[in-house]
């Protein structure tokens, strides 16, 4: 069997950055030679960023992106690169529009594609044939699929042949189509480039399915994935490498770039005729040359509190990194969503690109002021307080405001300010509102869910708390001080805009509140089939009608890290004018 060297680039790439992206294949590439490597394979898309969305419907984005494929080719092949077989994702196109059966929107000018390139050209190319359209995917409106499977016939001289296909992402998750072709094909190796977002358990799906295909086209499948958040969506990279078994040869680490290096040994090529809807190209391979040996890169994924951490500080920093804000600002109250969103910020940014501003009124408790304070005092991070009483009160007076309405000015005062701080030095604005919060509408448009970015949008209240204390947890084992305040975690939370006022005044116990969410919003089970689980009637359907008539909210909110299965924005779209038949 001829042994191959693969390496696979795990990078992050930024959407419209070509020439950017382009740096970062070719500054693998180079560590790739170096390594001994003979295939590149770089992430979907990666030429131009994704997900592109309508940027595909521009004929001049697509034709930057389409032009720049040739000018990598050429500069891989000046910079002594030429043999290196490298494989890169990019939208190709612009086309005339065309309707291939029921499989894309008749408007789509695009293809999701990847090239084959080595010694200066584009030796071959494949276009993505299963276009998702759920979840986050929005392919089937804006690519045109492909319909041909493309296998390399990889050789060098003196030795036998492997026939190497390539996919592209969905085409693995679909049974028939490409895959089947794979195994009609008698191919060794298959090469799957990705652009595969996390979400919460991805590893418990993704993994299995690795292997299962694996196993049933009998092949080696090297998958790589990009890194990195773009908007709200975030990659967690976890390229991995099985053999034909399904054992794990390669594994690169979550959430950072990373250039992963493995030895293959697929079956030598056979003989038999090509199948249907199949293209093969000769890659002619150098003479093998003596190349170090690699050692074993497997990573350990680690367990699912710091997965999760680790998505959110990922999709926080590249946020702000690649929007390049210089720093972040928000309100610090001293409860547990504010609390986590600053140790979430200092660990994406560092401390000195942190402003924590306490914004207390006459109904701020002492030890929420402290609670603040304390915070910032263990994060290090800029705190400065700023009363909001004298700004309160002229308001109530003038307006003869009253209940919700006097409440509400309370959190308007206090977005105005940190939007104030926002405007006046470029930090961008943080709003700490959690995915219960934004689910029930618990919440002050204009006022506290002011801001431009939300880390903690999707994720429930009672996993708020499980995060801190497993990030307290962290640090102590580490022999670092505990950034969150055990106050902050221990009390019961409390908006502070009345006296006495807690959450659980006008909520269910939030155990009781995200069990419910996890049934009406994840799920998607009616009311009747939530009180069918045992649920009581009458809770249910509160939290039900909280949730539906808090659509206009969450449709003016700013965006936060997708890590959930169901998350409010491209997950689930819903009419803002709804009035359910409750018989």
Known sequence: MPRLRLALAQTNPVVGDISGNLEAVVAAAHRAREAGAEILLAGEMV??????????AQPSFLRAAHDAVPRLAARLEAEGLGDLVVVVGYPDGPFEPRLLGTSNAPTAIAQNAAAVLQHGGVRARYAKHHLPNYSVFDEYRIFIPGDELLVLRVGRPGEPAADVALIVCEDLWRDGGPVGRVL???????LVINASPFERDKDDVRLPLVTRRAQETDTIVAYVNIVGGQDDLVFDGDSVVVDGRGAILARAPQFREHLLVVDVDPADAGD?????????????LPARRA????PRDVATPPDDREQLWNALVLGLRDYVEKNRFPSVV?????????????????????????YGISLPSRYSSPGSKDDAADLAERLGIHFTTQPIAELVQPIEDALQLSGTAAENVQARIRGLVWMAESNMHGHLALTNGNKTEVAVGYSTIYG?????????K????TLVWELARWR?????????TEPIPAASIEKPPSAELRPDQTDQDTLPPYELLDAILELYVTQRLGRDDIVARGYDHDTVYFVAKLVDQSEWKRRQGAIGPKISGMAFGRDRRLPITYRPNLG
């Open 47 to 56: 030429v131009s960023g994704y997900p592109i969305e309508d940027l595909a």
């Open 184 to 190: 009609q094909a008698d191919a060794g190796l298959l």
């Open 272 to 284: 038999a005729p090509l199948p249907e809807d199949v293209a093969r190209v000769e890659i002619a």
């Open 291 to 294: 190349v170090p040996d690699i």
């Open 330 to 354: 928000l309100g610090l109250s001293g409860g547990i969503d504010s609390s986590v969103v600053a140790a979430l910020a200092t660990d994406a940014l560092g401390p000195d690109r942190v």
């Open 448 to 456: 506290d869910a002011a801001g431009g970015f939300a880390p903690i």
């Open 458 to 461: 999707d994720v429930p209240k």
């Open 472 to 480: 307290n947890e962290h640090a102590r084992s580490r022999g670092e």
